[in-house]
């Protein structure tokens, strides 16, 4: 689950997870990025989503929110902590309904 999680991080930023990303002057990974995007709160992490991206609504910007707490429960460090498939699936399913 791992690849989904960075392919959504990459998709969603339009971040490469092989690029370097300078954070109040220090280089971090995307993973690093985005977690830390979090700590600010839904506008700090709605700020680091492609601006390209039409994110007219409120609820929209929740889904994009979800979305990225999704893509890092895949790239937990230890397996046993990161999503697995079936709940990925469940999750994004109640998210289109939404």
């Known amino acids: 689950m791992t690849f989904f ?15 370097t990303i300078e954070h109040d002057g220090e280089h971090i990974s995307l993973q690093e990025f985005v977690e830390k995007s979090f700590q600010g709160g839904v ?7 492609d601006d390209a991206m039409d994110i007219p609504t409120a609820t929209q910007g929740g889904k994009v929110v979800k979305v ?3 893509a890092l429960s895949c790239t937990r ?9 079936k709940e990925v699936l469940s999750t994004l399913l109640k998210l289109s309904h939404v």
């Open 5 to 19: 999680g960075i392919v959504m991080m990459e998709l969603f930023t339009r971040i490469r997870l092989t690029g």
């Open 43 to 49: 506008d700090v992490v709605l700020s680091i989503v």
């Open 68 to 70: 990225l707490e999704l």
């Open 77 to 85: 460090f230890n397996a046993e902590e990161r999503s697995v498939m």
